[in-house]
């Protein structure tokens, strides 16, 4: 056998055959993230029989925000973490905030959604420093207005990493948006400065009752594909 047929024997045996076995590796992790991804649901009736420690979970949740994408790196989001009293008095003072804003009938059910967020095991507040965002604004006056929908998208990046995480380790979790409402208060009584902006509140639990089955609009509605 010449040398060049024993070349072309190896090519065609050992090493394809190494290529195939990782090439099926990487599918399968390829699907098991999608299948991760199909667990990130809004789970609005949560508990507090999370078998996490604190410590590991408050771990998590740092490196996934850590993981996240921003404009120029420039690493603008800020991220507050309750657990334990401190989730349950901060619902308890949106309770009572929004009791100033709203008809007591409206009220009356937006409490007990509140009482919801309560019986979960934890909150995650989500904020932009505008700071950050406002020295590249000076350092870049033409894109100045874009760095605001940056930012958003930003912070969206964090909310969906660190609630797909959460749905990794089989924690259900709900977004909500009671800001501005609540701004200036959560700002006061966590002694937060005042250049950070509150996005979002996600709660967090163990599953109590889980979603309801999810629909899809038509691909063909959603998707464009070109070559």
């Given at each position: 056998m010449t040398i060049l047929s024993k070349i072309g024997h190896v090519l065609t045996t050992d090493l394809s055959k190494d290529l195939l076995f990782k090439r099926k590796e990487n599918q399968s992790d390829e699907y098991q993230f999608l299948e991760e991804l199909r667990k990130r649901r809004s789970i609005y009736h949560l508990g507090k029989k999370v078998t996490h420690s604190q410590e590991d979970l408050i771990a998590y949740i740092k490196e996934a925000v850590y993981c996240c994408p921003s404009v120029f790196n420039c690493q603008s989001a800020r991220v507050v973490i309750l657990v334990q009293n401190s989730h349950e008095q901060f619902w308890t003072m949106v309770k009572e905030i929004q009791k100033k804003y709203m008809h007591e009938k409206v009220?009356?059910?937006?409490?007990?959604?509140?009482?919801?967020?309560?019986?979960?095991?934890?909150?995650?507040?989500?904020?932009?420093?505008?700071?950050?965002?406002?020295?590249?604004?000076?350092?870049?006056?033409?894109?100045?207005?874009?760095?605001?929908?940056?930012?958003?998208?930003?912070?969206?990046?964090?909310?969906?990493?660190?609630?797909?995480?959460?749905?990794?380790l089989d924690l259900g979790a709900a977004l909500h948006h009671y800001n501005p409402n609540i701004n200036e208060q959560v700002l006061q009584q966590y002694d937060l400065p005042a250049h950070w902006q509150l996005k979002a509140q996600m709660t967090f639990g163990s599953i109590m009752t889980p979603a309801d089955a999810k629909t899809y609009e038509d691909e063909h509605e959603v998707f464009r594909v070109f070559s």
């Open positions: 009220y009356d059910g937006m409490a007990l959604k509140i009482d919801d967020c309560i019986a979960a095991y934890g909150t995650i507040l989500y904020f932009e420093d505008q700071n950050v965002l406002q020295k590249l604004q000076k350092l870049r006056p033409l894109q100045a207005d874009d760095f605001e929908v940056w930012s958003e998208q930003s912070s969206g990046m964090v909310q969906f990493a660190v609630w797909s995480l959460l749905a990794s």
